[in-house]
């Protein structure tokens, strides 16, 4: 018997049920159940013979829910209330007992943080598959010139290898970043009542046991008012979408045909309804795309717990649906960015021949001045002044005459010079740590490939 | 036969398929099809019987989507391409003919105009029906003090109408913003191609004329690349969110035991798993935390948008996600605030006892001050002296002494001190306009019902 | 005499005090209080001899603010409590009068509408400004062939009139808008008082006349509350900026080597520390970079909103940095946008060559066959089958034999095709309006400039 | 001599300088610059001499910087460039040898990984002041009865010590985050170079060791992409923020008439203009407002980065003022949470009575029909009838009668309950770990103290 006299407006229900996107709870909503019945029994609230019943009509209940035999009810708000009606039309009265000593706010919290640490964990798996493609790629690729750019200019030389390993970096402290998200959730809730804790000597540390959960949660109205893990969670999904877009907006770049650096497969592109020449590299806009998206969960979350007096609010039934779509959002876009990257064909011509702009020699030009003794202003200052002929005559540094050369830059050596741009000297003389010279690159390789296997 | 030799990698369509999603705009797709196959006859790019055996197909899949009979294809990537594909199947040859003049691009966009100007409208209906139930709210509740808070501290007496009615002039704005977003989805897109125009001189006014546009985009480029009517859209939403999510945080308030001003319907509240007395305005609080979301959708097609170069991009599919979750939020929350509001109870005794508290006449006695020609500065300065004394001694206004009132405050007369706190004169010395004296009150429910009637 | 017998604490100083960013508000706050004064008198609320004494001290305020001798006090929590301090100072104990009939409430929301409605208008002005330099821009490259792209990719080709032109459209749709954010400061709060109305009958209109104001806000408890038109403001600044990101976007890419479609003048672009040979274009990005900024003003102005209760609340103050900050900044990328497109010098070989590319004129082809009375889609394929020879044979379209063509594209006149191929008659076939033949886009530069006279 | 023939334009130096913001980040400027001086000579890549003329400048421009003294130029872009600028005019020639081996690219990302540290560093002091002041006014009112709310509905009486006890978990939870954000910034990007590392075989474990940093960055290109730890900062500055938000409303809704909870110190509040009687807690205000704007400074960090391509672009400018607003803003909220926390008197009456509600005792009711063995859910069923028994009639549960609860709660023992109804047995009940059962908080005020002490 309720206290209310009417039945909920159709319009509340809609606005209020939640089941249509927390059902997918329902594995951490029955394997919380069990462990909570088992320890009710335990500490003697309830009697084995209930345990028995209940985690009996749990075992049915999953399987149903499993295989999609679930018969979901017009009064089920929610994936709780779904799960606790349908054991109690399989355990009878048990059935009734299964919520003793726990309340949906602290069995909410619960859900949530054991699908955020699963969700965590898949983002790690899938971004130490995306590295192992990175590393393969850049092995494959380590001694290919490119232009390297800043302001989208070109800058300097570097080795596709180098350009590619940089992404290898990032994706590593994605993956750290989801592992304290996991450590976040490591303290269980579930105990906490409706807010004050509740009137059994409850056995928090055995259910935080079968739960995977490393600790309890300290203070019973934290347990029910915290979804910091949730946000921990949006931030790092952000965070690695947000590289992704980078990686996303390179390959959109490179596939043009004024870049030419990369062709996508045609798995991994799209034609045109009315242009048949197309190639259109889709998977790598939406890549760029999704970003903002995840971004947005991020801040929508934050926005619903702007505010809230603690305990539970209503308001709180807002962290799902962020957090659904960010894991779904992630999960397709790691998948597709090592599918591009595992298929994508780079084009070493057009790489090099950009490469071999002579004008990103330039650093290395002023440093063989500074070589001599010169300050490396002067330096700067001295070689911009060639570039400066260069460009408004239209020719090439190398095109201008040693005579030039002498008049222009005082103390540079004209052979020197020319050595300098005949070779791949640019690339190889970038030796120091971290640096685009081969042998820095090769160990930059061994130290990913560490830094995953440990990560 | 198409240019590509491999088929699409299941991850690619998993992230690159809108059909999910964009099954939502067939109305729209069928409409602009429909005007397209016409116009083209009349041009002559196509024969009569090409356009009669077009539009019988399209009859044919407006019934089978509204019936739900519709059977998408593996192959179908969005809804476009399954309008189509199934025209082409009942047409035959006619139905390759329907893409004609026309690319997805501008396809699309229109498409998302037509969505965009019935979410606006929608929007405008349901914002009418609630300002309906504001006004009989605010009429029947016409003189009913309260206390007015600044800070959340009591400021002054206000009726419960004048309250009530503020939020109406909200939503009349909202609606105002809507109806500009109608305008802003004035512009035809379709015929723009896929960026560059077409190579038939199309009747765009007539296309235009059908589907209800008021004009033809002016370009072609900006046409497919321009999205500023669903940031419109969004942004109209998110600032009719805000409005109702603070019409939510003051309704959870005044149904708090502290507050107690009103009650929501049994109908629009929920008990507690654990605790029978509770009565949750659950839909209050949901009120409340959904403008984050909807402002977020706002942020993220802005995100979308951001350093997009032109034209179309795939990045632009993100548009549709976030329209279509804020026209139901929007929906949703609307015919929640309407609910609610129409059946809560509000009440009297609590407010007026609020209202009563001598302390927020404090304005009203410094005026009394400047009634005598003592400067506002010195009037105010001399009742908060006498507020102190109050304050500090554990006392009411009215129950300082006259020796005491003229000791810390000469120049206030004492009996005009004492009728002052002794009636309603606070609430009706209000007399400016748009202030709390009921006549303005009621000027204002006039006001209000022409401005809907209106606007 | 205050009610309060503690001084405020340092930090509470800090957090609470405005003046370090309010005080750009000065020229509204006097000139409402000029307004108010004169109101005031007018109704008998003050004398003659008060009056002009307050408009007197006005008067030397203002001096002593616009010539930057005004001394601000310590005690000076705002840019409010500054001007009446000062008045007081001068006027003596008329100075005590001035804040009759007027709260901070009211008097900060007229403020702050006033100064939306100034920024608004500059917004104006300097959108006027950059769109005449889109119309000369376009207007001297009129027939400049370029690639228009979709997805970055090569998709057909365009005039760069008509490309530049693209982005007169976006802004004059932000004109619009910003018209709408001036309409939408039109009601005048002044009048409201803390929240209730005022024990006067003053006469709002007059006020509302001098000011500039159009209305009164008809529900003072609305009136002190809202802050719609800031939303609106920023909701109009979000868009224009956006609209920006995508012109910077494409300058920057433009920029680079790889396209080489334009070269920014020095003196809007920067060299590098390290890079003599670096032109970068600092401006260009910056105007793709500044989106977020102002889309997170906009986005936290909102959030501030977010479930506040009515009336006035302090949070309100954070208003006033999102609005100043996003009116600093649209300024400059207003102005950044005018001089680099006034001064961008473009290649037209680097764009004619692009625009030669054969690929981008597959759908003419197929537009050929349609002639012809194949259905688009066939010819869509058939045009396809030809692309995919010529790719994997690295040749071009017009270096298939005519057997080849015969062979795979049975029903295409070789003639036709080579005749095709030759002119530049893909774009000048692209005829319909609002396309990019060269009759439609000299009717455009007509429109544009009508629609900026008359809007 | 520049390659520039143009002077800028002073518009794009107005867009493009960062000095009026990035000069707060000398003292990281000079001590990197230190670092690599020293650095520099230890390879031999400059003499001693130099080095001892550049340490030398160093320390006298850090001097002139702290005392203010120091004379920027008009020619002073940034901070780096100043610094370097005023190298050279005193050390001269050797001054232009500080850049040798750096890029302003590298320099910048150091400058900026440096101050997040520290801002970093300052978040934990801050916090850990504020933790402590949490401690001790939840031990002063440890056993202090208030209730719970859930849905800003009394739930349950819990003690403010456990309540307040709450918040200190959080803070220590955002302890956790900074301490992660100082490990974020533990790589030296400088070495990096412009992007591809540099020709010498620079010390960069030197540099370094001396900077405090604990490890050098593996990828030059990744060296000058990364803002990760920007990012990383602004997010735990966000959940902070957040959090503080949630302390803000609480304390405003405490304050207010209706709730009672407690007065802030009059050095925390502020009067009105015109309603003397007020006391507004502006600053708890300013507290929950401030939220959205931290947040909206992390979501604008992400759409700055949001596609951006590799390696260092000038939007990446756009870092330093969401960082330095954010650092300030949080450093004044923490400031302002600990000094109203520190002062603000609750009041123990109006909690108590609130607390007395029987009403919330409702699930411990339920409790004693399920020590007699019936099902939670039946229990819960028979006590929800009581309670609308009891608010129908407006009496409270112990007003039923005997015979009432007989009849209308079969097996439940009335004299059981009206010995829970007049007790605190229902706070003292909740002994479940984490509860709110004065041994369980005193346990909870041990473990905190420990946690802080630990972390």
Redo the contacts between chains.
């Keep these: 018997?309720?206290?209310?006299?009417?039945?909920?407006?159709p319009?509340?229900e809609?606005?209020?049920a939640s089941l249509a996107f927390d059902r997918r709870l329902w594995p951490y909503d029955v394997a919380q159940s069990r462990a909570h019945a088992g320890m009710l029994a335990s500490i003697g609230a309830i009697g084995a013979e209930d345990r028995d019943a209940l985690l009996g009509a749990l075992d049915t209940v999953e399987s149903e829910l499993r295989e999609g035999s679930f018969a979901f009810a017009p009064g089920d708000?929610d994936i709780?209330?779904a799960v606790?009606r349908r054991v109690?039309e399989i355990a009878g009265?048990?059935?009734?007992?299964?919520?003793?000593?726990?309340?949906?706010?602290d069995?909410v919290a619960t859900d949530v943080a054991l699908y955020v640490r699963d969700a965590a964990a898949a983002a790690r798996l899938a971004l130490g598959a995306l590295i192992e493609v990175v590393i393969a790629r850049a092995e494959s690729h380590v001694d290919w010139p490119m232009?390297?750019?800043?302001?989208?200019?070109?800058?300097?030389?570097?080795y596709l290898g180098?350009?590619l390993?940089?992404y290898?970096?990032?994706f590593l402290?994605d993956r750290a970043?989801f592992a304290?998200v996991i450590d976040?959730c490591g303290a269980l809730p579930l105990?906490?009542?409706?807010?004050?804790?509740?009137?059994?000597?409850?056995d928090?540390?055995r259910v935080a046991g079968e739960l995977g959960f490393s600790s309890?949660?300290?203070?019973?109205?934290?347990?029910?008012?915290?979804r910091?893990f949730a946000?921990?969670y949006l931030?790092a999904a952000?965070?690695a979408a947000?590289h992704l877009?980078?990686l996303?907006?390179?390959l959109?770049?490179w596939?043009?045909?004024?870049?030419g650096f990369c062709e996508l497969?045609?798995?991994?592109?799209?034609?045109?309804?009315?242009?048949?020449?197309?190639?259109?590299?889709?998977?790598a806009?939406?890549l760029?795309?999704?970003?903002?998206?995840v971004?947005?969960?991020?801040?929508?979350?934050?926005?619903?717990?702007?505010?809230?007096?603690?305990?539970?609010?209503?308001?709180?039934?807002?962290d799902k649906e962020?957090l659904f779509d960010t894991a779904d959002t992630l999960a397709?876009?790691l998948?597709?960015a090592r599918?591009m990257l595992e298929?994508a064909a780079f084009n070493r011509e057009r790489m090099a021949a950009?490469a071999a702009?002579e004008?990103?020699a330039?650093?290395?030009i002023?440093?063989l001045l500074?070589g001599s003794g010169v300050?490396?202003?002067?330096a700067?200052?001295?070689?911009?002044?060639?570039?400066?002929i260069a460009?408004a005559q239209g020719r090439t540094l190398s095109q201008l005459s040693d005579m030039e050369l002498v008049e222009h830059a005082p103390g540079l050596d004209p052979q020197a010079l020319r050595e300098l741009l005949r070779g791949s000297g640019w690339?190889e003389?970038?030796?120091?740590?971290?640096?685009?010279?081969l042998v820095?690159v090769r160990e930059?390789l061994d130290?990913?490939r560490t830094a995953l296997a440990q990560g």
Tied chains: 1, 2, 3, 4.
Excluded: C
Aim: charged share 20%.
């Design positions: 018997m309720s206290r209310f006299s009417q039945p909920p407006h319009d509340f809609a606005i209020n708000e709780h209330t606790e109690t009265r048990s059935g009734g007992m299964l919520h003793t000593a726990r309340s949906r706010n069995q232009p390297g750019y800043t302001h989208l200019q070109r800058a300097q030389p570097v180098h350009h390993l940089a290898a970096w990032m402290r970043r304290a976040a105990g906490a009542g409706a807010l004050a804790g509740v009137n059994y000597a409850t928090r540390e309890v949660s300290p203070n019973s109205i934290d347990a029910v008012s915290n910091d946000l921990d931030a952000a965070t947000t877009s980078r996303g907006a390179e959109v770049l596939s043009s045909d004024e870049f497969a045609d798995a991994w592109t799209s034609g045109s309804s009315i242009m048949p020449q197309k190639k259109n590299p889709d998977a806009e939406l760029r795309a999704k970003a903002p998206r971004v947005a969960h991020l801040a929508a979350l934050h926005g619903v717990m702007h505010g809230l007096p603690l305990t539970y609010n209503k308001d709180m039934q807002e962020h397709l876009s998948a597709a599918g298929s950009a702009d004008m990103i330039a650093v290395d002023a440093d500074v300050p490396f202003r002067e700067h200052g001295t070689v911009a002044g060639l570039v400066r460009v690339l003389s970038k030796v120091s740590q971290g640096g685009t010279a820095r930059q130290a990913v």
